[in-house]
């Protein structure tokens, strides 16, 4: 995959956020793999207690 416009303008968006995601899907494979150094990627058990965030 290929950081196109449409992923930069995403990148600026979320520069410094938080993003919880559930541990061991497609979705925190996405996040980890094109969006770690722009985000804070935090991953949770499925019905797990998010309180921290």
Known sequence: MRRDESHR???S???GKTIAVQVATI???FLNK???DV???RTY???GNF???
């Open 9 to 11: 303008c995403a990148e």
């Open 27 to 29: 979705q925190a494979d």
């Open 45 to 47: 058990q499925a019905g």
């Open 51 to 53: 309180a921290d965030l």
């Open 39 to 41: 985000a804070t990627i």
């Open 13 to 15: 968006e979320i520069q």
């Open 34 to 36: 094109y969006l770690a």
